[in-house]
């Protein structure tokens, strides 16, 4: 709009590297692609947005995740989404996110199910909300010391968290995507 309305020209459109995308594959029909934004970028909408167009789309489903919270990247990956997975911990911090992520979904129109990591004795704060909203518990993930020392350590495959892969693709298979 300023290049449009200034009288001397003084604003110039043009093209600037807001980040890269990478490519990769983890098995031979699991693929993965992400986008890292440069440092001093303030907004990563761009980056998803061509991230998004230049994916392999002959495939069966595509998951994307966004970065926490109900900003502007977020909306940006969940804006074309079939469905919606809405991940929290069951910690009164993690309920007031879910519940602003939430009515931004609901908001968009979009379906979510809803993933408890970290799960333990206090579900109940998550579980409350989710059953008032009627908002399905579609997976569990519990806290793990192992997992949580691997994480940190930079060191998350697979392999070493089979049963956990199974019960993704279970979630998915149950809920139509695969």
Same mark, same amino acid.
């Given at each position: 709009? !300023?290049? $449009?309305? !200034?009288?001397?020209?003084?604003?110039?459109? +043009?093209?600037?590297?807001?980040?890269?995308?990478? $490519?990769?594959?983890?098995?031979?029909?699991?693929?993965?692609?992400?986008?890292?934004?440069?440092?001093?970028?303030?907004?990563?909408?761009?980056?998803?947005?061509?991230?998004? @167009?230049?994916? =392999?789309?002959?495939?069966?489903?595509?998951?994307?995740?966004?970065?926490? +919270?109900?900003? !502007?990247?977020?909306?940006?990956?969940?804006?074309?989404?079939?469905y919606?997975?809405?991940?929290?911990?069951?910690t009164?911090? +993690?309920?007031?996110? $879910?519940? *602003?992520?939430?009515?931004?979904? =609901?908001e968009?129109?979009k =379906?979510?199910g809803?993933?408890?990591?970290?799960?333990?004795?206090?579900?109940?704060? *998550?579980?409350?909300?989710?059953? @008032?909203?009627?908002?399905?518990?579609?997976?569990?993930?519990?806290?793990?010391?192992?997992?949580?020392k691997?994480?940190?350590? +930079?060191? *998350?495959?697979?392999?070493?968290?089979?049963? $956990?892969?199974?019960?993704?693709?279970?979630?998915? @298979?149950?809920?139509?995507?695969?």
């Amino acid at each position: 709009g !300023c290049m $449009l309305a !200034c009288p001397t020209k003084a604003i110039s459109e +043009g093209k600037r590297e807001v980040g890269e995308m990478f $490519l990769g594959k983890i098995k031979e029909n699991l693929f993965f692609s992400y986008a890292r934004m440069n440092v001093s970028e303030a907004r990563a909408t761009p980056l998803i947005s061509y991230l998004e @167009k230049n994916l =392999k789309r002959d495939v069966d489903f595509i998951i994307f995740d966004s970065p926490p +919270g109900a900003s !502007c990247p977020m909306v940006e990956v969940v804006k074309d989404a079939d469905y919606v997975i809405l991940v929290t911990e069951p910690t009164p911090f +993690g309920l007031f996110d $879910l519940k *602003i992520a939430y009515e931004v979904v =609901k908001e968009i129109g979009k =379906k979510a199910g809803l993933v408890i990591n970290k799960s333990g004795e206090n579900d109940y704060i *998550i579980e409350e909300f989710a059953e @008032k909203e009627d908002i399905d518990v579609i997976l569990k993930i519990p806290f793990s010391m192992e997992f949580a020392k691997e994480y940190s350590s +930079g060191r *998350i495959t697979l392999e070493y968290f089979l049963d $956990l892969e199974e019960r993704i693709l279970t979630l998915f @298979k149950e809920n139509g995507s695969v």
